[in-house]
């Protein structure tokens, strides 16, 4: 079993990963200039599940389950055309999942 | 009456989940050969197609393209050459080159359809760094990626829109 302490220091990414995300996201402001405004949030909500996915082989643990819930929680499709409430719901619920795991990991509830 | 056309328009879908199989080069050839048929503007042959296959150069094309859910296993570039665009005479805006980008486009994910392969259009990636990458002569710009492979079962969900308008909505019949 990992450590907590060791868990922390785990490296999730490799370098040929992080060129991959650092190159989409440049890449991704540009096309989103001339793209409509609302494919914004889904580009940073693929940059998420992309970095969910890189990350999960060598993530421990205690991180591996939110990265799968990103990764199911992603719709790389979803735009809040179709349905702004229920769009702006889901990414409050997966908003909630990332608070709910950053009051876990740092102790949040138990530290005075 | 033979619907077999109408029957591919209808069954075709995006793929936005691919496997790694392979699409075999006769494949690719037969999906690039029905470019030559798709309906462009004068038979003036504006455009040119880049075939990318290499699993290195496939992994830049999509690390510059944030559109580009699947990891395909072979695309082609849709591009426009821009020196034989002027050399015609044409005007700066006239859309009629990237019409028929997506006129070639539509006839190469239909071709694909109907040899059993699963394509996906893609739009949305930097011409600029995929210019770069695919090394293409300064006048020759990418405008359209069709990506190939075979379907993954589980795939994303299309992008729905919930409401009006509807189809017959965008429809007018003779004079409005």
Redesign the interface.
Known sequence: MTSETEDDSVRVLDESDG??LL??L???A??QVD?AAE?APM?LL?AAGRLAEMAEPNASARLRPLLRDVRQAV?????Q???PAGYVERLDALCRTVAEYLVRSLSLDTSP | MNDAVLHAIRTRRVARALTDAPVGHDQLRAVLDSARYAPHAGNRRLHRYVVVTRPSLLRAVRMVSPGMLQHPMAAIVVCVDWAKVHGYGFSPVNPGPYIDVGTAAATLLLAAHSIGLAAGPVTSFSRTALATILNLPAEVEPELIICLGHAATGQPPGMRRQGQPGWDDLIQWERG
């Open positions: 060129v991959e190159i989409y440049v890449t991704a540009r096309t793209e494919y580009r693929t719709s790389e499709t979803a735009v055309a179709g349905d």
